[in-house]
């Protein structure tokens, strides 16, 4: 399995705007109209696209927090009692996958790329049966809130998405704690995010 970062101008990155256009669609008949600046995808040996998210950081503005009362960083702090800087949080957007299969290994690679980038709490809006799937990998996420429709601009295009009681949820990877989601997976030789990290 083949998995890359598409930013705008990346060859395959109108492929990877499609797959989770048609995901969308056919999985709860919503009409995605906008995209992360960088997108990452997986794809086959044929060169398909499996799965495919988005990511946001702090410069490019989160979605997810349209749905809290407040933001990221005070909404952490709350909860956990540490200090996260918004440039140390990363989140993860638009998952659409063709089936559980390429879901982990992408979602490890895109956590590996958030610590070359200093990020050490990754956030993300989860369906009940993605929360599910990641329960099973043992990750301890935090859920926050739960995504209601009457917060975002447009709702109706979300077609049945907010009947799989999605929720806000965050993970804050520590040296004892990381985020390793695909079995077998080994641990980093390094860790850039975590060398004088939040406190």
């Keep these: 399995m083949r998995i890359e970062f598409l930013t705008p101008t990346s060859p395959g990155r109108k492929a990877a705007e499609a797959h ?10 919503a009409q995605v109209k906008g995209f992360a600046p960088v997108l990452a995808a997986a794809s086959n040996a044929e060169g398909k696209i499996l799965c495919a998210a988005g990511i946001r950081t702090a410069q490019d503005g989160f979605f997810s927090d ?8 005070e909404v952490l702090k709350e909860r956990t009692g540490r200090d ?3 440039s140390q949080i990363m989140e993860v957007t638009s998952l659409a996958s063709v089936s559980p299969f390429p879901v982990l290994p992408l979602l490890d690679r895109m956590i590996d790329w958030g610590r070359q ?11 009940l049966p993605l929360r599910r799937l990641l329960t099973r990998t043992g990750l301890g996420y935090i859920p926050l809130c739960a995504a209601e429709a ?7 295009n979300w077609g049945s998405y907010y009947d799989t009681d999605p929720w806000v949820c965050a993970f804050i990877e520590t040296e004892t704690d990381l985020a390793l989601l695909t079995p077998g997976t080994a641990a980093p030789a390094s860790l850039p995010g975590l ?3 939040a406190a």
Excluded: W
């Excluded at 349209?66 to 960083?73: H, I, K, P, V």
């Design 20 to 29: 989770i256009r048609d995901v969308y669609d056919t999985t709860y008949a």
């Design 66 to 73: 349209c749905y809290l009362n407040g933001d990221f960083c």
């Design 84 to 86: 996260i800087h918004a």
């Design 117 to 127: 980038q200093g990020v050490v709490c990754g956030v993300f809006t989860a369906t």
């Design 150 to 156: 009457d917060r975002v601009a447009d709702p109706d």
């Design 195 to 197: 060398q004088g990290g």
